[in-house]
């Protein structure tokens, strides 16, 4: 998780809740959120969310 930007979390967190994922999932990135100091509105976190863009950074962090 330290590896993710704190907009780049909010984003995967949205986009989790948007794809429906796993909730195990879901709550382990919004521990991630609170344990930063983060606020989630809503889950969307009132931000355009760019599924791709998300993925592929996701994707070169690991």
Same mark, same amino acid.
């Given at each position: 998780?330290?590896? %993710? ?22 709550? %382990?990135?919004? /521990? ?15 931000? /355009?969310?760019? /599924? ?7 994707? %070169?962090?690991?």
């Amino acid at each position: 998780m330290k590896l %993710l930007t704190d907009e780049k979390l909010l984003k995967t967190y949205a986009l989790a809740l948007k794809l429906k994922l796993d909730q195990d999932f879901i709550q %382990l990135l919004l /521990e991630e959120c609170t344990r930063r100091g983060l606020t989630v509105k809503d889950g969307s976190n009132q931000k /355009e969310i760019n /599924e791709s863009s998300v993925l592929y950074s996701i994707r %070169l962090n690991y």
